[in-house]
């Protein structure tokens, strides 16, 4: 059972009982509808309270059921509260914790609410791109007033219960109660007061609804949302769904909310949004390591090497409270390694997102060492040294000698093999990637790298703790550029081809940009510095001296044009500006280069440009599946989105390519492969693409 019956007294008490947030599912449903049958058909009973057991009342739909037929299964959650509304006998909601979603909803259609202080109450439906769709935006502006009901509405953010409980005239709390733990007596108590007053039932659904300053206030606020919510049409559907509230009857209002979340349901940002919700609980989840395999304590973090990632790295463990040592080869580095934490931290205070004592808190919990001795107590070593295989030898062997036993040995390498460096130590089972992106304290993505021996236990605690910091921890297999920056080569691959055929970097830039990603690839490639792609050329060179690549990036670096730092790169800069300013030399440049290859330049679509960059990510995403390099799809997703600047209204690569068809996909790919500038064996579509395409499936 997921909803308990019990009978106190003369009240009737339906406990919703589905772990871990009570989710609206199927059986739940049934639960209280059975419950409610049972309390109506006994005359013993005088009233009914609904609750939920352990940490909620209700955090709304059950995601185990997304997108499944059994979601919609009669009992759905409008019959249900329309039960509610029906029944005979007042039904009073003892609210604490999580009221979210469909909880909230199903709050509303009972006569009387009694909520516990601290409760988190929310409307989230936004943020799978969907509005409230059963009766939220009808009955939350009733009891809230239309502003503050809209304010949630569209944000989707949660409100305190006592902060909604002190807003004058609100009427969606009756009373509040001490705390979580008496709301259901207090709830009960409550109802018995209603029935000695002659059992009154009052329902939101009768209370007027109105905005005082009416389609005037309405036509601000769509402004304002549409401007921020951009690509997504459900916030802005958010403010005309409340809009209809204020002039509809309930029952037309209640019609016009369904029929507009169902067409939003069928939009691709909604599917985009929804995908990445499952994505996101999907990429903690490692095939072959169960849920509940022990983790090791991490009480104490090491770091090795203060420079950009090392220091950025730091910050995200004081962050989150744990104590982090730094070790440097010279006492100088170590100055300026703290230095520029400092600074980081004291320009959050300034900008008043950081409180002074917080500040202090955090640098109490950072300490600096010269010596690997003062290293032995550390559960958790991060090393960010140089990226060359000799130094990274000499900090494994080193660490191996001094850290303890169970000790996890992580490395930030974003190019070397995790295997090789593990093999410096005797204990390759604690050694993993960890691989930052820059700023390392800001970029959400981890890529958490599993050696052919790193232990389960020390994945499972490197997923753990990343969730810790708050980043989003996907694993990668051992491979070249693990999972991101693997298929981020294929995509500049063809941004260089695209200048060979005809392209400036401007339009290239623009043409991705308006699909959405926050920045092109030569614009990219100024901010991160064309040296870092120059010197893994050389090295692919020597290893795959076949690989056809465009040579206008080696070119641009020839001129000593590195981006942004030297103040020139695909464009070029005013001194202590960012803004991107075509360059003419670079496109003289590229047109030279063109000349000496005898090519006739061509006009190239912004289509064109778009799908080559895009799908050249997926067919090497699709090979990184094969190659198990990636456990599934949405955890490409979550490399791209998190850490690469990828449209979230498009959820990701494969996603896209999902809902492009991979049928039509894999037809384009074998278009471009014909084209005898680009890499025509490159384009063979990846065979997991053809056989899906065959099978009429997505990703
Ligand atoms: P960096 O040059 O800014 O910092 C490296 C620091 O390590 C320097 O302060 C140096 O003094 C110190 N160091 C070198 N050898 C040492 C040793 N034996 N013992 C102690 N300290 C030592 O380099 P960065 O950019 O921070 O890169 C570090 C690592 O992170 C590299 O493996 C790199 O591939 C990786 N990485 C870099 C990213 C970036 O965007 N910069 C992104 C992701 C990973």
Redesign the pocket.
């Known amino acids: 059972m997921t909803a308990e019956y019990q009978v106190r007294g003369d009240v009737a008490v339906i406990t919703l009982n589905n772990p871990p947030v009570n989710g609206l599912g199927y059986a739940t449903r049934r639960g209280i509808t059975d419950g409610l049958a049972n309390a109506l058909g006994d005359a013993a009973v005088k009233a009914i309270v609904i609750t939920g057991a352990g940490k909620a009342f209700s955090g709304g739909a059950d995601i185990k059921e997304f997108g499944s037929p059994k979601a919609l299964a009669e009992p759905n959650l409008l019959s249900v509260i329309l039960a509610l509304e029906a029944s005979t006998k007042p039904i009073v909601a003892a609210i604490h914790t999580v009221c979210m979603g469909g909880g909230l909803e199903l709050a509303l259609g009972c006569h009387y609410r009694v909520a516990a202080p601290g409760t988190n109450v929310a409307l989230p439906e936004v943020k799978l791109g969907l509005i409230p769709g059963a009766g939220g935006t009808q009955r939350l502006p009733r009891v809230l007033g239309v502003e503050t009901a809209l304010n949630m509405i569209v944000s989707g953010e949660p409100v305190k219960s006592e902060m909604l409980a002190s807003l004058p005239g609100q009427k969606l709390f009756d009373k509040m109660a001490a705390s979580a733990e008496t709301v259901v007596a207090e709830a009960i108590e409550f109802a018995q007061g209603v029935v000695a007053k002659g059992s009154e039932m009052p329902l939101v659904r009768n209370l007027p609804c109105k905005h005082p300053q009416g389609d005037a206030y309405f036509q601000f606020a769509k402004n304002m949302v549409a401007g921020m919510a951009k690509n997504f049409p459900a916030p802005v559907k958010c403010v005309e769904t409340v809009q209809a509230a204020t002039k509809l009857k309930f029952d037309d209002g209640m019609a016009e909310e369904r029929r507009v979340f169902t067409a939003l349901m069928f939009t691709p940002e909604s599917a985009a949004l929804r995908h990445i919700f499952m994505a996101e609980r999907g990429a903690s989840k490692i095939p072959d390591v169960a849920d509940d395999t022990p983790k090791r304590e991490i009480k104490l973090v090491g770091v090795?090497?203060?420079?950009?990632?090392?220091g950025g790295i730091s910050m995200n463990f004081l962050n989150a409270g744990i104590p982090v040592k730094i070790?440097?080869?010279k006492q100088e580095?170590l100055d300026r390694?703290v230095a520029t934490i400092r600074k980081n931290y004291e320009a959050q205070v300034k900008k008043g997102k950081l409180k002074q004592d917080k500040y202090d808190q955090r640098m109490s919990l950072l300490s600096t060492t010269l010596s690997y001795d003062d290293f032995k107590d550390c559960d958790l070593i991060i090393e960010?040294?140089?990226?060359e295989m000799g130094?990274k030898e000499?900090?494994f062997k080193k660490l191996d000698e001094v850290a303890k036993q169970g000790a996890i040995l992580a490395s930030?390498?974003?190019?070397l093999d995790v295997n090789k460096i593990a093999s410096f130590t005797k204990r390759p089972q604690d050694v993993v990637g960890m691989?930052?992106?820059?700023p390392a304290n800001v970029m959400k993505l981890l890529e958490v790298v599993r050696g052919e021996k790193t232990a389960k236990d020390v994945l499972a605690t490197v997923m753990a703790i990343g969730k810790k910091i708050k980043k989003t921890a996907v694993v990668s297999g051992v491979c070249d550029g693990f999972i991101g920056n693997r298929m981020i080569e294929q995509y500049s691959r063809q941004a260089g081809f695209l200048l060979d055929e005809g392209a400036t970097p401007q339009q290239v830039d623009k043409a991705i940009e308006k699909f959405g990603f926050a920045m092109g690839p030569f614009r990219m490639g100024d901010l991160?510095g064309n040296d870092i792609g120059w010197a893994i050329r050389k090295r692919r060179a020597v290893e795959q001296p076949d690989m056809k690549y465009s040579r206008t990036a080696d070119k641009l670096c020839e001129l000593g044009r590195f981006g942004q730092k030297t103040g020139a790169g695909w464009y070029d800069y005013k001194p202590g500006k960012r803004d991107a300013i075509p360059s003419e030399l670079v496109n003289k440049m590229v047109e030279d280069h063109r000349k000496e290859l005898g090519i006739t330049p061509r006009k190239i679509s912004d289509e064109e440009i778009v799908q080559r960059l895009v799908f050249a990510l997926v067919n090497e995403g699709a090979h990184i599946l094969e190659d198990g390099i990636a456990s599934k799809a949405g955890d490409i997703d979550m490399v791209y989105l998190t850490g690469y600047g990828f449209p979230i209204w498009r959820g990701g690569p494969m996603h896209y390519a999902s809902q492009v068809g991979l049928y039509n996909v894999a037809s384009t790919m074998k278009r471009f492969a014909a084209n005898p500038l680009d890499d025509g064996a490159f384009w063979e579509p990846a065979a997991l693409i053809q056989k899906l395409a065959a099978e009429g499936k997505g990703f």
Do not use: C, K, R
Not at 384 to 387: G, K, L, P, Q, S
Not at 435 to 438: A, I, Q
């Open positions: 090795i090497g203060a420079g950009t990632m090392g070790l440097e080869m580095a390694g960010a040294v140089f990226e130094v000499q900090v930030n390498t974003s190019t691989h930052f992106f820059s991160a």
